[in-house]
């Protein structure tokens, strides 16, 4: 049987997804790992079912998917399990492609993973002066389903047990708080320093527009400087998780607990 591996992004009108995952991609091959492949939920070519037709016409029998996602949500329950032909609320299918039958194995995305807080960590040691009045601010995409914010504050616990202190949490869209209540809060309430942490895979709308502009900074602007109520605020936006060794590890273990059961 030969076995194949889709790592699949969510995709975006920029290439910066296509760049995380590509080079997530290129970490796996030089593990050894071998039939890897790339797809994407929309936007971004090749798409999932794109991808499955080509793992087919190579001879792949069966296909660990690896949704390189940081939670659960409607694209990582729905709309990808539907594009590899898996059944709603189940992690494995048996498909025709090409009057070939091939075997869907559907792993989770990372979710509570505590590596995703070693990340965020290492963010805050790269940009804040740990100054006394620092705060951290861990910002999600928010979602209709309750994974992504219950991911979010996991993470945020995860760096208070590590001895982080004023760890918040904060959401661009749909779920509360939001990135701008929480934001004025800190400022009204007499931070130095707020550290921004996007829980996010990469680069997009959301993250070089959205959360900037709902914090007053200036598109694709790292750091900034506000005067509130007579003192000075340095904020710090740190760049997203995607690009992390660490995730790759991540993938690797999936993988390699899966062909060991």
């Known amino acids: ?16 997804n296509k760049w995380i995952i590509e080079e997530q991609k290129a970490r796996l091959e030089k593990k050894g790992f071998e039939n890897v492949y790339i797809g994407f939920n929309e936007f971004t070519d090749p798409l999932v079912n ?4 080509k793992m087919v016409a190579d001879g792949i029998d069966e296909v660990t998917a690896v949704p390189f996602l ?5 694209h990582a329950n729905r709309e990808i399990p539907l594009r590899l032909g898996i059944p709603y609320d189940s992690h494995f299918a048996e498909i025709v492609i090409r009057e070939k039958k091939v075997t ?22 790269e940009i804040s002066n740990n100054r006394a009045k620092r705060w951290i601010m861990v910002v999600g995409q928010g ?4 994974y992504n914010k219950e991911t979010v504050f996991f993470q945020a616990n995860e760096l208070e047990k590590m001895g982080y202190k004023n760890v918040v949490c904060a959401f661009s869209r749909l779920d ?5 209540k929480v934001f004025d809060s800190l400022l009204t309430g007499g931070a130095e320093e707020i550290v921004i942490l996007p829980l996010y895979i990469s680069m997009g709308v959301c993250l070089n527009n959205e959360i900037p502009r709902k914090i007053g ?23 997203p998780i995607g690009n992390d060794p660490k995730l790759t590890e991540i993938v690797a273990k999936k993988i390699l607990s ?3 059961q």
């Open 50 to 53: 794109d991808s499955l037709e």
């Open 70 to 74: 940081i939670a659960s949500g409607r």
């Open 104 to 125: 869907i194995i559907y792993e989770q995305p990372f979710g509570n993973d505590p590596a995703l807080a070693a990340i965020l960590s290492e963010r805050i040691k």
């Open 217 to 239: 900074l200036m598109d694709g602007l790292k750091v900034d400087m506000f005067s509130y109520g007579g003192h000075s605020v340095v904020v710090k936006y740190a760049s």
């Open 176 to 180: 509360e708080p939001s990135v701008e």
């Open 1 to 16: 049987m030969k076995k194949g591996i889709l790592i699949i992004g969510h995709g975006s009108r920029y290439d910066y």
């Open 143 to 146: 979602s209709r389903q309750p």
């Open 258 to 260: 899966r062909r060991e």
